[in-house]
Each structure stands twice: as structure tokens, then as C-alpha cells.
């Protein structure tokens, strides 16, 4: 981190979300339930694979750390948001701001990769069942998983380290979080690297894994087709089901961030946009993954009648 002198500002001010301060109060509980609910809701999905050897899976194995990745997600943003909304303090520290981008960046790609690679284990599991423990073997695994942590280190380091090398001659940020997007709009630097790299390395890990998702979902499909029957069709639905939704609703928001902040669009909706994937989607994704999901249900019912037991 470089020594606070060479920039022309020491802290930022968020602007927060565009609500009326009269209205403060309703939305500050209506924000703590809803990351209350996504740090219980994902930290259970964690628990009842733990505690289920029917789920030591590769697939619940990747599930897992979907949840632990999007309580982290969720956990870069959402709490300043809160202490700023109760406290009427909304000012962060260069160091705090550059920090909340590296770790948003970071969550962000291990989201994006991770739906890829779930994406895959669904294509083996669907279109080669008889070769499925051979190919998903747990060496395979722990290198995606391995290879997703890595790929996102890299690349949220070189958004990081690139963004503090700029000077920043305003100080007010117009978001409840420090967005890189924003940031460059307050540099009176030259930030045709940053963008150059943006577009480059920020491409690379949104389209590369959504390509992949499209690639495995396109190759279930057309084996399904091949051998057209409703018990494939159902297996294949109920499989891929849940996955498919929770990638329809990550990326569906993101790219509706990236629409409005493209087409100038007001700050308010591009804010709206980004509550929705910080906040909304990692909240929705443990009630997806247990109502839509056969085993998961099963799984949290045996868990259920275990604690009545215990409790009698």
C-alpha cells in the first residue's frame, strides 16, 4: 500500500443508497435481516453438507464453498453499509476503500469461477455417469478449486495494485461502496491502463466462465435430445435445476450493472442493480439450493429429526 502523502485524499465519502433519511430506519432492518438471513442461510448450507456423508460429493463439495464465498461476498459491503446507515458516518479510509475493492473483486471472480465449475461437474455427471468418479476425483477437484483461488487473487491484485497508483482529486463516491468503476471517474490521473486492464482481465473471468457454463448446459441439452425420455429430462432438471437458477440470477444482475453504468443510466438505478447482487442474490441462493434440490432437502429433514430426537 503506498504512503498516503502521494494521493490528494486520506479518506472517501460514500453517498450510500438513495433513500430519504426518514426512511433510514426501515430499510437499515429490512438490510440486516436480509444479510442475517444470507450469513444463517449459507452457513447452514455448510453445516448440513458437513454433516451429511450422503453429500460429500464433488458437487456438494463446490456447493459448499459457493456458501462460504458468497457470506464473504456479502460480507465486504453490506456491513460498512449498515454501520454508515446507523452511525450517519460515511466516510472510509483510502486504505479501507482500496482493501474493499481487492476483497469485493476477489469474491466476485471465486463466484463466477466456482458456477463454472459446477457447471462442468454437471456435464460429467450427465453426459458420462459411468466415467463420473474416475474424472471427478478429488485430486481434479481440489485443483479447480485451487485454480479458481488463484486466477481471482491475481486478478483482484492487479485491479488493486493498478488502482493505487492513481491520484484522486475528489473524494465523494456516488455508491455504498468503494466501486472501482467509480473510482477511476474521481482519479485525476491517466487511467487508460486501468481500463485497458478492465477490459482485458475483467472480460477474461465474466466471459470465459459464463462461455463455459453455456458450453456444458449446451452439450446437456443436446444430450438429452440424442435420448429424448421424461426420466432423463427429470434427472436433468433436477440435477441442474437449482445451478441453473442461481447462474440465471448472478449473472442476469450483473450484466444489468453493467447495461445501466454503459448506457448512462442515473447513479440510482446502477445502485439499485448492485444491491440486488451484492445483497439480494447471495441471501436467495441457500432457499434455491434447498427447496429446488432433492438431496439437500433430504439431507436438512434427517437433520431436522435428529434434533427432535436430541431435544426429546
Known amino acids: 500500500m503506498r504512503r498516503e502523502n502521494q494521493s490528494c485524499v486520506s479518506k472517501f465519502l460514500l453517498l450510500g443508497l438513495p433513500i430519504h433519511p426518514e426512511q433510514q430506519g426501515v430499510f437499515f432492518a429490512l438490510f440486516l435481516g436480509m444479510y442475517l438471513t444470507t450469513v444463517l442461510g449459507n452457513l447452514h448450507i455448510i453445516l448440513i453438507i458437513r454433516l451429511d456423508p450422503h453429500l460429500h460429493t464433488p458437487m456438494y463439495f463446490f456447493l459448499s464453498h459457493l456458501a462460504l464465498t458468497d457470506v464473504s461476498f456479502s460480507s465486504v459491503t453490506v456491513p460498512k453499509m449498515l454501520m454508515d446507515m446507523q452511525t450517519q458516518d460515511q466516510s472510509i479510509s483510502y486504505a479501507g476503500c482500496i482493501t474493499q475493492v481487492y476483497f469485493f473483486m476477489f469474491f466476485a471472480c471465486i463466484d463466477k469461477l466456482l458456477l463454472a465449475v459446477m457447471a462442468y461437474d454437471r456435464y460429467v455427471a450427465i453426459c458420462h455417469p459411468l466415467h463420473y468418479a474416475i474424472i471427478m476425483r478429488e485430486e481434479l477437484c481440489l485443483c479447480l478449486l485451487s485454480g479458481s483461488w488463484l486466477l481471482s487473487f491475481v486478478s483482484a491484485v492487479t485491479h488493486t495494485l493498478l488502482l493505487d497508483q492513481l491520484s484522486f482529486c475528489a473524494d465523494i463516491i456516488p455508491h455504498f461502496f468503494c466501486d472501482l468503476a467509480a ?130
Not at 487511467?191 to 486492464?197: A, D, G, H, Q
Not at 482485458?200 to 441439452?221: D, E, N, Q, R, W
Not at 442474490?281 to 427447496?291: C, E, Q, R
Open 183 to 312: 473510482l477511476l471517474k474521481l482519479s485525476c490521473s491517466n487511467t487508460s491502463l486501468n481500463e485497458l486492464v478492465i477490459f482485458t482481465l475483467g472480460s477474461a473471468v465474466f466471459i470465459f466462465p459464463l462461455s463455459g457454463i453455456l458450453v456444458s448446459y449446451g452439450c446437456i441439452g443436446f444430450s438429452i435430445l440424442r435420448v429424448p425420455s421424461t426420466k432423463g429430462i427429470c434427472k436433468a432438471l433436477s440435477t441442474c435445476g437449482s445451478h441453473l437458477s442461481v447462474v440465471s440470477l448472478f449473472y442476469g444482475t450483473m450484466m444489468a450493472v453493467y447495461f445501466s453504468s454503459s448506457s448512462g443510466q442515473s447513479h440510482n438505478k446502477d445502485i439499485i442493480a448492485s444491491v440486488m447482487y451484492t445483497v439480494v442474490t447471495p441471501m436467495l441462493n441457500p432457499f434455491i439450493y434447498s427447496l429446488r434440490n432433492r438431496d439437500m432437502k433430504l439431507a436438512l429433514g434427517i437433520l431436522f429429526r435428529n434434533n427432535n430426537l436430541f431435544a426429546k
